[in-house]
């Protein structure tokens, strides 16, 4: 099939572009570039089954293609938080622009939806079937509403216009590839340890999240886009733990001597977050398989090795972590 990757030099993109080109797919990658790097795809540049396209989502384009993965969005809260109205634009407006190409070459569209349009939620853990709970007037809420909007224009493609569509609700996910300055929970943890500088909990770190290794995510997507469910399906890891625990953990894992600096919680910040994977399970026989421990493993591997490299790595830490974690990448 010819596939198209929206944001497909970010980071859960890239993963995912590694899956379908190995699966022997023709692949576009569409990218503007604002959260993304070639580097993350690298590997398939003069790969005649693989094209990449610089473009912005918010402007129309015209592609031959069987399937869409939309997933151009950037996803950390400082990079949505940036330029909110340009956050709008890429959910609303690119996201329409994605389902009228889908639209017109009847391809299959796939949205990477979050589990923020669950926002703080009054429902623990979160079922598809919770509308809920989000503030729209928030510093959140560009993502948040744009999120659910996106699905709204999905369902309504689908309802008016016959687009088959696929929405996934993506709940936290880490592992290689992840900026060093994205400002998401897990990449900064690993860089300040890695680096020698406090641990940033934001509040008193009893906030929980659920923390979803990306390959995990990425087995879901392809089953997801090839079953005959619409979803709005969730998929992530329902391992729940307190943003201090994974503090915690980051600490003994690589490097003990490394403290915990308390900082203040963001506006909106939601209190708890936990999938609900009941659906993942029964329609898609899919549950995650990569434990906490082993996905930080990879990830801190990754970041060790990007950071020795550009010379930011604490000296005290070049033996850590181990051989075996880094040939395990
Ligand atoms: P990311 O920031 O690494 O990737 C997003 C990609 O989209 C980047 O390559 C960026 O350059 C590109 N992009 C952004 N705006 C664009 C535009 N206007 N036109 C073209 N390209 C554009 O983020 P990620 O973690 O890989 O997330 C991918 C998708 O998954 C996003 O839609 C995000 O909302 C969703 N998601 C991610 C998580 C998570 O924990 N990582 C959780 C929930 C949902
Ligand atoms: N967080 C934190 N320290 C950091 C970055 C994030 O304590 O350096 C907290 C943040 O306040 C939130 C949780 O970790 O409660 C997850 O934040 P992230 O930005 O990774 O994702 P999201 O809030 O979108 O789930």
């Known amino acids: 099939m010819r596939i198209l990757v929206t944001g497909g030099a970010g980071f859960i993109g890239s993963h995912l572009i590694d899956r379908l080109m190995a699966a022997n797919h023709e692949v576009i990658c569409l990218d503007n570039f604002y959260t993304g790097h070639k580097r993350n795809i690298l590997r398939w540049m003069g790969n005649p089954y693989f094209e990449l396209v610089r473009h912005d989502i918010t402007e129309p384009i015209r592609l031959e293609v ?7 969005c950037p996803a950390s809260p400082v990079h949505y938080q940036y330029n909110p109205v340009k956050t709008v634009k890429t959910n609303v407006l690119g996201t329409l622009n994605m389902l009228g190409l889908a639209k017109r ?51 309504d493609y689908h309802r008016q216009n016959d687009v088959e569509i696929r929405v996934v609700r ?38 929980t999240r659920s923390f979803c290794y990306v390959s995990d995510l990425v ?34 894992m690589v490097n003990p001597d490394v403290e915990v600096q308390y900082k203040p919680l963001p506006q909106d910040d939601p209190r708890r977050r936990q999938p609900d994977i009941t659906k993942a399970r ?43 974690a880094v040939t395990a990448l």
Request: with cysteine; net charge negative; proline share 6%.
């Open 282 to 324: 029964q329609l898609l026989d899919w549950e995650p398989s990569i434990p906490l421990q082993a996905g930080l493993e990879k990830t801190i591997a990754d970041f060790k090795a990007r950071m020795e490299a550009n010379g930011t790595l604490s000296e005290n830490l070049l033996n850590y972590p181990s051989e075996k």
């Open 66 to 72: 069987d399937q869409i993965y939309h997933l151009a």
């Open 170 to 207: 993506i709940f936290n996910t880490y592992g290689p590839r992840m900026l060093e300055n994205d400002g998401r929970v897990v990449s900064n943890f690993i860089v300040q340890a890695l680096s020698g500088q406090p641990l940033t909990v934001y509040g008193d770190g009893s906030q």
């Open 219 to 252: 087995e879901g997507f392809i089953r997801l886009m090839n079953s005959e469910h619409t979803g709005p399906i969730n998929i992530g890891n329902p391992g729940e733990y307190t943003i201090l625990q994974l503090a915690e953990t980051i600490q003994k």
């Open 105 to 155: 070459v009847k391809a299959r569209f796939f949205l990477a939806s979050t589990s923020e349009v669950y926002g703080d939620p009054e429902v623990h853990p979160q079922p598809e079937e919770y509308r809920g709970s989000v503030n729209p007037i928030g510093i959140r809420s560009c993502y948040d509403e744009g999120k659910r909007m996106a699905e709204t224009l999905a369902f």
